[in-house]
T-cell receptor
Framework: NAGVTQTPKFQVLKTGQSMTLQCAQD?????MYWYRQDPGMGLRLIYY???????DKGEVPNGYNVSRLNKREFSLRLESAAPSQTSVYFC???????????FGEGSRLTVL | RKEVEQDPGPFNVPEGATVAFNCTYS??????FFWYRQDCRKEPKLLMS???SGNEDGRFTAQLNRASQYISLLIRDSKLSDSATYLC???????????FGTGTRLKVLA
């Protein structure tokens, strides 16, 4: 029962470096999400994809890009990392009938 | 004003106690409501959906008050294993945006 799988789980970057966070789900869900979680701020929506081929901005999209590669995969890219992007990133997919979100285990990113 | 607001706590309660959390939301068009549980350094997991008529799942009861725009979670007979952060989640009608509150920390003490 893989569910939602995120990689990498941990990453340290230097300011200005780029990287891509990968997310895959095996539940045949249409909708997928990227959130970041910071102390005292809760989970904030970065981007979401209602279905394959579509993506939309959330609350905090600046500095990020996404790709919905196919129904299973939704990646998040930081083109030029900044210390303000130090956070825990969660990918999620949505079960259409119940509305339940299933989350990956998170990716802990530190930007120095 | 935040779209979804929760008291951050922590709520420290003894085992066996009853504890209640409230969550307020600002968008009157919101249609779907949930409570998630998040353990320290783990991913959030669905605790229960919140229905208009209120609903119960074992020791947990959720209520929705549309007029006052808040949802509540009641935990009866608290267990040590209930210690976690409880996240209120709201979604608007026809949208796929799920907005999370900052969470309420609960610590159940032996």
């Amino acid at each position: 029962n893989a569910g939602v799988t995120q990689t990498p789980k941990f990453q340290v970057l230097k300011t200005g470096q780029s990287m891509t966070l990968q997310c895959a789900q095996d539940m045949n869900h249409n909708s997928m999400y990227w959130y970041r979680q910071d102390p005292g701020m809760g989970l904030r929506l970065i981007y979401y994809s209602a279905s394959e081929g579509t993506t939309d901005k959330g609350e905090v999209p600046n500095g990020y890009n996404v790709s919905r590669l196919n129904k299973r995969e939704f990646s998040l890219r930081l083109e030029s990392a900044a210390p303000s992007q130090t956070s825990v990133y969660f990918c999620a997919s949505r079960e259409a009938n119940t509305g339940e979100l299933f989350f990956g285990e998170g990716s802990r990113l530190t930007v120095l | 004003r935040k779209e979804v607001e929760q008291d951050p706590g922590p709520f420290n309660v003894p085992e066996g106690a009853t504890v209640a959390f409230n969550c307020t939301y600002s968008n009157s068009a919101s249609q779907s409501f949930f409570w998630y549980r998040q353990d320290c350094r783990k991913e959030p997991k669905l605790l229960m959906s919140v229905y208009s008529s209120g609903n119960e799942d074992g020791r947990f009861t959720a209520q929705l008050n549309r007029a006052s725009q808040y949802i509540s979670l009641l935990i009866r007979d608290s267990k040590l294993s209930d210690s976690a952060t409880y996240l209120c989640v709201v979604s608007g009608s026809g949208t796929y945006k799920y907005i999370f509150g900052t969470g309420t920390r609960l610590k159940v003490l032996a």
